[in-house]
């Protein structure tokens, strides 16, 4: 199971940090990724990177504000957010994929899903 944590209400332009735990299972092998989604709309890709190491993976929207992260020896991975803009607004969930790197954006890759946490951006 993942568990996603960290989520608040914030004013633009700050900062927040979102954590996702593992439990029951390890990321080796497996490419963790942060997803939002909005009420209404398709689960989105956010970031993403592999347990094993390498270059993490951004969407366009979020490129230059967050920094996905992960602590190996605490079954941890983490987003931090800056620069927040009220279009950040949204759950944004933790998954597991095993899935090659071109596939990181598409949720149907992942295995494992964490609750969502909600990020609220005010303007």
């Known amino acids: 199971q993942l568990q996603a944590s960290g989520g608040g209400l914030v004013q633009a332009g700050e900062s927040l940090r979102l954590s996702c735990e593992a439990s029951?299972?390890?990321?080796?092998?497996?490419?963790l990724g942060w997803f939002r989604q909005i009420p209404g709309k398709e689960r989105e890709f956010v970031s993403g990177?592999?347990?094993?190491?390498?270059?993490?993976d951004y969407s366009g929207s979020v490129k230059g504000r967050y920094i996905i992260s992960r602590d190996t020896s605490k079954n941890m991975v983490y987003l931090q957010m800056n620069s927040l803009k009220p279009e950040d607004t949204a759950v944004y969930y933790c998954?597991?994929?095993?899935?090659?790197?071109?596939?990181?954006?598409?949720?149907?890759?992942?295995?494992?899903w964490g609750q969502g946490t909600l990020v609220t951006v005010s303007s």
């Open positions: 998954g597991a994929t095993k899935g090659v790197r071109s596939s990181w954006s598409d949720p149907q890759m992942y295995y494992y």
């Open positions: 029951g299972f390890s990321f080796e092998y497996y490419t």
């Open positions: 990177v592999a347990w094993s190491g390498g270059t993490p």
